[in-house]
């Protein structure tokens, strides 16, 4: 009968240790690729990497870096696929927000926003052979210009051992007061992006 308290306790402990080390911190690095929704009939690839670490079971910081391939909005890109010159606006961004997360450890859905900064940078091509089209892109190059970015998106966690896979939608817009700008035509510089990502945790 002694020895009944003792095992209490100590099965108290493990089951104590065991849900500690479920809950216990983790980070994860990934890649991801997307395709940007800018019009009916234009598409544009993204691509980047992010890192994640919880603060929470159900909290979580997160960085990310990439590549957005046009941030034209559809009625500028549809105006300008009619003539035989293409011109769009790419970004290089960095960016930090935070992440909600619900469900089970394997099935994680999520929303999130995140704040950063875009450099933005005009291109063109159609206007002829390879020289003149970088010549232009060589000009181009002294109008690139700097703008706060940010983020909404969610979409939903598979994790599995240490790995994770994130299936997800992302609506990006950049706040620009530039000329850039008026190519919105009154509309916003942003992307609706679909996006796929693989990583590990650790």
Same mark, same amino acid.
């Given at each position: 009968?002694?020895?009944?308290?003792f095992?209490?306790?100590?099965?108290a402990?493990?089951?104590?240790?065991s849900?500690?080390?479920?809950?216990e911190?983790?980070?994860?690095?990934?890649?991801?690729g997307?395709?940007?929704?800018?019009?009916?009939?234009?598409?544009?690839t993204?691509?980047?990497?992010?890192?994640?670490?919880d603060?929470?079971?159900?909290?979580?910081?997160?960085?990310?870096?990439?590549r957005?391939?046009?941030?034209l909005p559809?009625?500028?890109q549809?105006?300008?696929?009619?003539?035989?010159?293409?011109?769009?606006?790419? $970004?290089?961004? =960095?960016? @930090?927000?935070?992440?909600?997360? !619900?469900g089970s450890a %394997?099935?994680?859905? /999520?929303?999130?926003?995140?704040?950063?900064i875009?450099?933005?940078?005009?291109?063109?091509?159609?206007?002829g052979?390879?020289?003149?089209?970088?010549?232009?892109?060589a000009g181009?190059?002294?109008?690139?210009?700097?703008?706060?970015i $940010?983020?909404? =998106?969610? @979409?939903?966690?598979i994790?599995? !051992?240490?790995?994770? %896979?994130d299936i997800? /939608?992302?609506?990006k817009?950049?706040?620009?007061?530039?000329?850039?700008?008026?190519?919105?035509?009154?509309?916003?510089?942003?992307?609706?992006?679909?996006?796929?990502?693989?990583?590990v945790?650790?």
């Open positions: 009968m002694r020895t009944l308290p095992a209490v306790i100590v099965v402990a493990l089951c104590v240790t849900s500690a080390s479920a809950q911190p983790h980070a994860a690095v990934q890649a991801f997307g395709i940007g929704v800018g019009s009916f009939t234009t598409t544009n993204n691509f980047g990497g992010a890192v994640t670490a603060l929470t079971p159900n909290i979580q910081v997160v960085g990310e870096a990439g957005i391939g046009n941030m559809s009625m500028t549809t105006l300008i696929g009619l003539g035989p010159v293409n011109f769009n606006v790419s $970004a290089w961004y =960095g960016q @930090g927000g935070v992440r909600f997360t !619900g %394997a099935l994680r859905p /999520y929303v999130e926003t995140s704040a950063g875009a450099r933005l940078q005009p291109h063109v091509s159609g206007i052979s390879g020289l003149p089209t970088s010549i232009a892109n181009l190059a002294f109008l690139n210009q700097t703008a706060p $940010a983020s909404l =998106g969610g @979409g939903v966690m994790q599995g !051992g240490p790995f994770v %896979a997800g /939608y992302r609506y817009r950049v706040f620009s007061d530039t000329w850039m700008q008026t190519l919105a035509l009154g509309d916003s510089l942003s992307t609706n992006e679909v996006r796929v990502g693989f990583g945790r650790f």
